[in-house]
Each structure stands twice: as structure tokens, then as C-alpha cells.
């Protein structure tokens, strides 16, 4: 039990660092859309043969794609909204005072 619960406060803190921190969360970004790319690259050309033998094989492999596309799409905003957050910190501007 307390390996699982370890493994468990592993992973929160290394998603923490990675999402609190604008340069690691930027590298993460651009590992997700180069793996994207390389997906997209392999289902248009040399697996178009392959998925196409199969419904299935192909509605799994573009479903993945697309899942993977949606995922890097969340973090973009993310990404964006934490920016917001930290320039207006930066700035001293109050977050309370915006919603008046």
C-alpha cells in the first residue's frame, strides 16, 4: 500500500513542477506536438496501407491521434491561461478587482 501511495506522490510532484514551471511546461508542449507530428506522418504514409486493411486499426490509430491532438490542445490553453496568471502577478495587478 504505501508503494502505491509513494508512486502515487511521485507522479503529483513531478506533474506540479512540470505545470507550475513555464519553460518545462513549454518543452512538454513541444514533445507532445512532435510526437503528433510523427503520428500523422506514419498514418498518411507508411502505414496508410496497413490502417486501411481495417476498420478498426484505423479507427484506433486516428482515434489515438486525435486524443493525443485534443490532449496537446487542453495544455495549450493551459498554458495560456497560467501566462495570464503570472503576468498579472508579475504586475501586482489584483485578480479579484477584474471580476468587479
Not at 491521434?65 to 497560467?82: E, N, P, Q, R, S
Given at each position: ?11 503529483k ?12 511546461r513549454?518543452?512538454?508542449m513541444?514533445g ?6 510523427v ?29 493525443w ?32
Amino acid at each position: 500500500m504505501s508503494q502505491q501511495s509513494t508512486g502515487w506522490l511521485m507522479a503529483k510532484a513531478i506533474a506540479e513542477v512540470t505545470l507550475r514551471d513555464r519553460k518545462r511546461r513549454r518543452q512538454f508542449m513541444s514533445g507532445l506536438l512532435l510526437v503528433l507530428i510523427v503520428l500523422f506522418v506514419l498514418g498518411v504514409w507508411p502505414l496508410s496501407n496497413w490502417l486501411g486493411q481495417g476498420l478498426w486499426r484505423f479507427l484506433v490509430f486516428w482515434g489515438g491521434t486525435a486524443f493525443w491532438c485534443c490532449f496537446l490542445l487542453l495544455m495549450a490553453i493551459y498554458d495560456a491561461l497560467a501566462v495570464i496568471r503570472e503576468e498579472k502577478q508579475k504586475l501586482g495587478i489584483d485578480q479579484d478587482s477584474d471580476a468587479s
